[in-house]
């Protein structure tokens, strides 16, 4: 036994795997999918007395 998608907007029974409903044009891919997460990693790095050497080298200089 399959189980029907309706809209969660209007609740007009969709067919396929649609991104938008046909009756409303409602976005309907977000109510289809889970939440997918990511681990991630940040680096944050500080050099001491950087905005001395940023002064004496340039800005353009300093950046790159």
Known sequence: MTT??????CGAELTGTPKFCGECG???ASSQRAA???Q??????DVVH???IAATVGAERFAS
Request: proline share 5%; aromatic share 10%.
């Open 4 to 9: 029907a998608l309706v809209c969660p907007s």
């Open 26 to 28: 409602a976005s309907v």
């Open 36 to 38: 997918e997460y990511k």
């Open 40 to 45: 991630v990693t940040v680096l944050f790095a």
């Open 50 to 52: 950087s905005m001395e």
